[in-house]
Each structure stands twice: as C-alpha cells, then as structure tokens.
C-alpha cells in the first residue's frame, strides 16, 4: 500500500483550483479517511488536531498552505494584506517543527510569480523531502551496520516517523525499512507514544503494511527493554534539531536516549536538513508546544483520572546533544555529540 498523508488534489472544490487531501491521522487505524482541505482556517485545524502532523509532512502542508490562501484570497477578494496574515496563521499553527514555518518560508518568497509558480514549489519541497528521507535511511543503515556486530538489529522506535510523517518514505521509520530491505532488521519495538498513540495507531499500522517484526509496547516499558538487552539500537526522527545539535521530538524520546546512554547502545535520530535549525542555538531555546489537558487525562474521550485531576501535556522533550550518537540526514551522518552541528555538510 502506498501511504500519502499529504498531496494537491485538483479535483477538490468547484473552481478548479483544487485544494489539499489529507489521510486524516485522527481515525487510524480504525478507518482510513480523507480530509479536503480548501481554506486555511481548515487547514490550521487539520494541523493542530494532527489530523497531518509529523515534521516533514508539516513543511509540505506549510509549502501547499500558502497556495490554498492565495487561492482562498482570490476566491474571497482578499487583500494581499490579509492573504499575508492566512499564510501566517498556517505558519504558526505548531510551534515546535521547525519544517512547518521552513515550508512556508520555501515558497512565499515566490507569491509575486503567481499560485501556479508557488504551487510547482510546493511539489518540489515533497518530492524533495522523498528523495531525502531515501537517501538518509541508506546512510543511517550504513552506519548502523558498520558499528553493530549482528546479523539482524533489533530496534526500539518511538513515535511515527514513516510515510505518514512524510512526503514518503520516512525518516527514522525509512532506516528500518532500509535495514529490512537489506534483510538486517529482526523486530521493532515501538512504542506506543501516549498521550495520542502515534506509534501504536500509527507506526504499527506501517510495520505491518511493510511486512516488519513488530511489537508494540507502553512507554514505560521502552527504559527496561533497552537494559534489559532487547534492542540493539534505538532509530527516532525529529522536530527540531539546534545549532549544537540538541534534538527536539516527541515527548518520551528523552527517557529512551537516556537509557540508550546507560545501556551503551546507539541512539540515532534520522531527520532531513530542512528539520535542522541553525538559527537555533540549543535546545533550551527551542519553544515546546503544551497541548491540551484533556489528551492526558482521558483516552479516546473517556475520563481515565479523577475529575479535578488537571493534566501536563507537553507535546515534545529536548535530548541533549550528549545523548545522541548520530544524527543521518541527507547530507551525512553527523556525530552530534562531537559538538556544533556543521554548517556545510556535503
Ligand atoms: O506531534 P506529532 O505527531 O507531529 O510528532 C511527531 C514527531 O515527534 C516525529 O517523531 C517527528 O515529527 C519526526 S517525523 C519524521
């Protein structure tokens, strides 16, 4: 099955322009449903209730976005003032994935040439960030097969970082097919990634349409999974990474690199260029979205604490570059705790 969690549909709407179709990710992996997205306000909905979510998959939806409010403002007879303030309000809708804004910031500069010339940019930001998450996983794999000593890895993930993440393919979850296609790979652990369950309604449903080992286990589990020995490595995308090389992504990812470090087996983050923020220091500096209290303190719409009980629901944690063995991108594998992300990497 070919996954595409987001693409230009210029059959949507009735004015020809066509708009944006996403899988919505909220119903997997019960039901596999489109939704049409022709105004930004629908949009900026779609991304804050992750119905589209995942850093790569953000930066296609923030490129397509400033040429759904160009063609709302046409249809609307917008000022370019307020076409500039839709694209906006699509740019700020998550804060943490740097590639949402670096999506925008791709085609904006190009408004002047027309919705047909911001629209073509916006297929190249996907088909580029294919071509990078493919070429990332080979030099994640490479990597992780020069270092570790055994016929098939074993692997513990945390979140979703496949397709459904992406323009295709996948970051993290691109290694783990590459290893698999190699024959390399035994089993995935992954983790089931509360409060929303990416990595049980989501990377699970992708493991098993690639037809990988996989078990799918609670959050908990992952720190006495990794000393325990059962995983060779641990592979995980990113939102953000820092200037000295600080990695932002889901929340839980802290807890698995930290035991990564006792246990003394690599934690690899797998990420394209556009997820690196240079103009962002450290991690510190990096704003952490704080999502609702309810995604806490209920499942699946049922109250799973007393009421009263008030939730904490940060939707990323920060791990120290110290913390992080690699960091494959297109560009090269990067040994991120040696220190400051390079700026040239070829
Ligand atoms: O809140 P989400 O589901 O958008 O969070 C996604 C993650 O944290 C992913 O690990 C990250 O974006 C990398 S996706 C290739």
């Known amino acids: 099955m070919t996954i595409a969690a987001i693409r230009w549909d210029e059959t949507i709407g009735s004015d020809g322009r066509g708009g944006i179709?996403?899988?919505?990710?909220?119903?997997?992996?019960?039901?596999?449903?489109?939704?049409?997205?022709?105004?930004?306000?629908?949009?900026?909905?779609?991304?804050q209730e992750l119905?589209?979510?995942?850093?790569?998959?953000?930066?296609?939806?923030?490129?397509?976005?400033?040429?759904?409010?160009?063609?709302?403002?046409?249809?609307?007879?917008w000022s370019p003032a307020q076409v500039q303030a839709a694209v906006e309000r699509v740019r700020l809708a998550r804060p943490t994935a740097v590639n949402l804004a670096w999506g925008v910031d791709q085609v904006r500069p190009l408004m002047p040439q027309g919705r047909v010339v911001v629209l073509s940019a916006a297929h190249r930001v996907a088909a580029a960030n294919e071509a990078a998450n493919r070429?990332?996983?080979?030099?994640?794999?490479?990597?992780l097969l020069a270092r570790i000593d055994r016929p098939r890895l074993r692997a513990i993930t945390h979140c979703n970082t496949g397709a459904l993440a992406t323009a295709a393919w996948g970051t993290g979850f691109g290694v783990l097919c590459e290893l698999h296609e190699?024959?390399?790979?035994?089993?995935?652990?992954?983790?089931e990634t509360r409060p929303l369950l990416q990595g049980s309604r989501l990377t699970a449903y992708e493991l098993a349409d690639a037809g990988i080992d996989h078990v799918v286990q609670a959050d908990g589990a992952?720190?006495?999974?990794?000393?325990?020995?059962?995983?060779?490595?641990?592979?995980?995308?990113?939102?953000?990474?820092?200037g000295n090389g600080d990695v932002a992504n889901k929340i839980g990812t802290l807890g698995v690199a930290l035991?990564?470090?006792?246990?003394?087996?690599?934690?690899?983050?797998?990420?394209?260029?556009?997820?690196?923020?240079?103009?962002?220091?450290?991690?510190?500096?990096?704003?952490?979205?704080?999502?609702?209290?309810?995604?806490?303190?209920?499942?699946?719409?049922?109250?799973?604490?007393?009421?009263?009980?008030?939730?904490?629901?940060?939707?990323?944690?920060?791990?120290?570059?110290?913390?992080?063995?690699?960091i494959a991108t297109e560009r090269g594998v990067l040994e991120a705790s040696l220190g400051q992300v390079p700026r040239d990497v070829s």
């Open 135 to 143: 070429e990332l996983s080979r030099l994640g794999a490479d990597w």
């Open 182 to 191: 190699r024959g390399r790979l035994e089993i995935v652990y992954a983790d």
């Open 222 to 242: 992952a720190a006495s999974t990794i000393l325990r020995g059962l995983v060779d490595v641990a592979v995980v995308g990113a939102d953000r990474i820092a």
């Open 259 to 326: 035991a990564c470090a006792d246990a003394g087996i690599p934690f690899m983050v797998a990420a394209p260029w556009s997820t690196v923020d240079l103009a962002t220091a450290h991690g510190g500096d990096i704003e952490i979205e704080l999502r609702s209290e309810d995604e806490v303190t209920h499942v699946a719409g049922a109250l799973v604490a007393p009421q009263g009980s008030r939730g904490f629901n940060p939707a990323f944690d920060v791990t120290p570059a110290r913390l992080v063995s690699a």
């Open 21 to 47: 179709r996403l899988l919505d990710q909220t119903l997997l992996p019960g039901q596999a449903v489109d939704r049409e997205i022709t105004t930004t306000d629908g949009l900026v909905t779609a991304i």
């Open 51 to 77: 119905a589209v979510r995942g850093a790569p998959a953000l930066g296609v939806a923030g490129a397509m976005g400033v040429a759904l409010a160009m063609d709302e403002g046409a249809r609307r007879g």
